[in-house]
C-alpha cells in the first residue's frame, strides 16, 4: 500500500504538539536560528517543511539550521554517520498526462502530487566543512529596530492602551496593550506580527474566513495561522518568538490536525501566503535585509 504522505507529516507535526505542557507553554520550535535552509543549495525551506525541521532540531538540540540529503551530504564531501535517523519533508511533484475531454479533444494536463524525501541535519553529518557564520550579527537594539520598521512599513492601523493584543476585522484595527506592559520588547513585536498575521486575512487583502467565535475550530485554526505567520516573520527578524497565549489554543489545535491530515498544510500556507504578504509591504532595501 503506498504511504500516506499527508498523513506522514501531519503525524509528525502532531507528535511536536503533543509533546508541549499546555500547562507550561513554548512553541514546539525555535526560530532563533532562522529559517531552515537546503545547505547545498542555500535555498530557504518553506511552509510545513519550517515547521518539522525547527521542531525536530529544537527536540534533538541541533546547533544549526542547515538540512542535506543523503546524497547531498556525500556530494558535500561529507557522511551520515550511522544509526542517524532523518526527518521526512515534503515537495510537490508534478507530471504531464493527456486526457480526453467531455467534447473529445484531447487535452494535456499538468498533474501535481506530494513527495517525501529524508534529510538530516548538518550536526548529524562529519566531514563538512565548517559552518560559515557572517562576520557580523545583529545587536537587539539592531534586530528590534528593524522589527519596528518592519512593522510601520505594513501601513497598519495599530493602536496601543488596550488591556489586550487583539484585530478586529469590522475596524480593519490592531489594538496593543502598551509596550511596557511586555517581558521584553521580543515578546512585544512577536506579538505584535501575530496580529498582523490576522490583519492579513482582512477581505481588501488576502481575503481569509474571519469568522471563527472564540472556542471553535474555525477561530482556532485562524489563531494557528497567525501563531505560524509571526514564528515565519520572527525568525527572518532574527527575533525569538516564544508566545504565552495559544495553550488555550492547543488541544484544538491537535484535535483539528488528527481530524484533518490537510490542515497543517492548509495553515502553514496561509501563513506563508500571509508572511510575504507583509513581507511585500517593506522597501526593496529593507526587504532584502531582512
Not at 547545498?40 to 518539522?52: C, I
Not at 517581558?183 to 474566513?209: F, I, M, N, Q, V
Not at 490542515?263 to 532584502?288: H, V, Y
Request: aromatic share 10%; proline share 4%; with cysteine.
Amino acid at each position: 500500500m503506498a504511504q500516506d504522505k499527508h498523513q506522514l507529516i501531519t503525524d509528525q507535526i502532531v507528535d511536536l504538539f503533543e509533546k508541549v505542557d499546555a500547562g507550561d507553554w513554548h512553541q514546539p520550535w525555535s526560530t532563533s536560528a532562522g529559517i531552515p535552509r537546503n545547505g547545498r543549495t542555500g535555498n530557504n525551506y518553506r511552509g510545513v517543511n519550517v515547521l518539522t525541521l525547527w521542531g525536530t532540531a529544537l527536540v534533538n538540540g541541533y546547533s544549526t539550521n542547515e538540512w542535506y540529503t543523503y546524497r547531498q551530504a556525500q556530494k558535500e564531501g561529507g557522511q551520515v554517520r550511522k544509526g542517524e535517523s532523518g526527518v521526512k519533508i515534503c515537495y510537490l511533484g508534478k507530471f504531464k498526462k493527456t486526457i480526453e475531454t467531455d467534447d473529445g479533444e484531447e487535452e494535456e494536463r499538468t498533474i501535481r502530487f506530494l513527495k517525501t524525501s529524508t534529510v538530516f541535519n548538518r550536526d548529524q553529518i562529519d566531514g563538512l566543512e565548517p559552518l560559515d557564520i557572517p562576520a557580523h550579527q545583529l545587536s537587539e537594539e539592531e534586530r528590534i529596530g528593524q522589527a519596528e520598521a518592519f512593522v510601520k512599513n505594513t501601513g497598519a492601523r495599530i493602536e496601543e492602551g488596550s488591556p489586550h493584543a487583539a484585530y478586529s476585522p469590522a475596524k480593519d484595527r490592531v489594538t496593543m496593550p502598551d509596550f511596557g506592559h511586555f517581558e521584553s520588547p521580543e515578546a512585544y513585536y512577536t506579538t505584535l506580527l501575530h496580529e498582523l498575521g490576522h490583519w492579513t486575512g482582512h477581505p481588501t487583502r488576502l481575503d481569509r474566513d474571519m469568522s471563527g467565535r472564540f472556542g471553535d475550530d474555525k477561530y482556532a485554526a485562524e489563531e494557528l495561522v497567525a501563531e505560524l505567520t509571526s514564528a515565519f516573520l520572527s525568525a527572518e527578524l532574527g527575533l525569538e518568538a516564544d508566545l504565552k497565549d495559544p495553550a488555550r489554543y492547543l488541544k484544538s489545535w491537535i484535535r483539528i490536525l488528527k481530524e484533518d491530515k490537510h490542515a497543517i498544510f492548509t495553515a502553514s500556507r496561509k501563513a506563508q501566503d500571509a508572511a510575504e504578504f507583509l513581507s511585500d509591504l517593506q522597501p526593496a532595501q529593507e526587504q532584502d535585509a531582512a
